[in-house]
Nanobody, 122 residues
Framework: QVQLVESGGGLVQAGGSLRLSCAASGRTFSSYAMGWFRQNPGKERELVAAISRGGGRTVYTDSVKGRFTISRDNAKNTVYLQMNSLKPADTAVYYC???????????????WGQGTQVTVSS
């Protein structure tokens, strides 16, 4: 079992920055890939970014490339999402997730956090 707890969400003006954190516990953190997703009411959940077990590979959805950066610190069992130049369209609940699949990028995630709200005002 893996427990994931997100933090760092909040209200920010357009153009501002936030850094989300996701603390993991329960199994060896470095044994799973991590992803950040976001979702708005009535819309499908969207993969924002993912990072491989060692941190050497990352993927991003097109709308955040150049603005968001995913990273991880395996010694601290934490994955981060640095979000810069935020736009109102980035408003959503952001979730972190863990995948034990060996394929890259993962097609499925096994564990999910509870989510943290990010609201970007115009």
């Amino acid at each position: 079992q893996v427990q994931l707890v997100e933090s760092g969400g909040g209200l920010v003006q357009a153009g501002g920055s936030l850094r989300l954190s996701c603390a993991a516990s329960g199994r060896t953190f470095s044994s799973y890939a991590m992803g950040w997703f976001r979702q708005n009411p009535g819309k499908e959940r969207e993969l924002v970014a993912a990072i491989s077990r060692g941190g050497g590979r990352t993927v991003y959805t097109d709308s955040v490339k150049g603005r968001f950066t995913i990273s991880r610190d395996n010694a601290k069992n934490t994955v981060y999402l640095q979000m810069n130049s935020l736009k109102p369209a980035d408003t959503a609940v952001y979730y972190c997730a863990a995948s034990f699949l060996t394929s890259w990028p993962p097609r499925e995630y096994n564990y999910w956090g509870q989510g943290t709200q990010v609201t970007v005002s115009s």
